[in-house]
């Protein structure tokens, strides 16, 4: 039951395709403009695709779990791995990642305010319960009888993701710059820093956690205020479990890491205070043939070889 839950974690394969995309993008063009185009161009393959791959293998919704299937779901149902682990059908919300960090970067260098926009401030706090919209419409996808016409399953795939990507871009491009305070205030609560530590280890072992109690439940679950008790217990089960692989394995870790990385820091600085205390005391000292020359050579090493630092 176990083994196989592997295969939750294809993702970071999909991850680590799209960081060296991103790094290639970023590193190797250089010009803003055709960066611009490579992104937009990426942007609309990626929108294509995941309805292309939906038309072309007929492709129901994401992850239908039924008794007979809940335990290799993630390995024989085929929505899941033709339109979530691939790295292209990822494209979308990542290409709009990359775009949001440069908009931030350079909006920030002019100084930007969005003072002038608060007019729209409505529609910004409409943008979660649109989000929340969004999931409770997909609901009608799992409901019993025969599966929606194809054309509108492709519509579907083709634009969920980058419509959620597109809302949650501008949650975030509205927090960097302090457009409101309603959402900033919440989502900047000291208390989700705690939570942020630890969610990737919960991630790591919460379907582990949902099938060992679902596996060896006796019955079957019935959709009432009932069933929020047995997934209160598999969240806490799986954030406590995420709790201590941050102590043992991520916070030890990260520690190491960041000694590791100061020590050259560390090194450097004191070299260079030790550079300036000899200037400095070179300066200071009286003027004499000497000092004079070893001014000089100091003067010649510090700015990188220049003909003009031997000047007299």
């Not at 960066?35 to 942007?43: E, I, Q």
């Not at 072992?205 to 997934?231: A, D, E, Q, Y």
């Not at 941050?246 to 960041?258: G, R, T």
């Not at 990385?261 to 000497?290: F, G, H, W």
């Amino acid at each position: 039951m176990v083994s196989n839950d592997y295969t939750t974690y294809l993702y970071l394969a999909a991850d680590l395709h799209l960081y060296i995309l991103g790094m290639i993008i970023f590193v190797l063009i250089r010009n803003t403009n055709w960066r611009n185009v490579v992104m937009a161009t990426l942007f609309i393959i990626g929108v294509a695709l995941p309805g292309l791959v939906t038309y072309l293998y007929d492709l129901t919704f994401l992850m239908k779990v039924s008794p007979r299937t809940l335990m290799r779901i993630f390995i024989e149902d085929p929505a899941y791995n033709y339109l979530y682990t691939p790295s292209y059908t990822n494209i979308p919300s990542f290409v709009m990642g990359l775009a949001l960090g440069a908009l931030i970067h350079n909006l920030q260098k002019r100084d930007f305010n969005l003072e002038k926009y608060k007019k729209f401030l409505p529609i910004y706090w409409a943008i979660i319960p649109c989000c929340v919209g969004i999931l409770l419409l997909s609901g009608v996808n799992y409901m019993d009888g025969p599966p929606y016409p194809l054309y509108i399953r492709v519509i579907f795939h083709t634009f969920l993701r980058p419509v959620m990507g597109a809302l949650i871009a501008t949650i975030i491009l509205g927090m960097v710059f302090k457009f409101d305070n309603f959402y900033r205030g919440i989502l900047e609560w000291d208390g989700w820093a705690w939570v942020a530590r630890v969610s990737y280890g919960a991630y790591l072992i919460h379907l582990t956690v949902v099938r060992i109690i679902l596996g060896n439940s006796t019955k079957l679950f019935t959709v009432s205020l009932l069933t929020i008790v047995p997934v209160i217990g598999m969240a806490y089960i799986s954030f406590l479990g995420g709790t201590i692989i941050w102590l043992l394995i991520d916070a030890p870790v990260n520690q190491l890491v960041k000694i590791w990385l100061e020590m050259p820091t560390k090194k450097s600085d004191k070299r260079k205070n030790e550079n300036i205390d000899v200037y400095i005391r070179i300066c200071q000292s009286p003027p004499n043939a000497l000092t004079e020359v070893v001014r000089l050579v100091y003067n010649e090493l510090r700015h990188g070889g220049s003909s003009s630092s031997f000047a007299l």
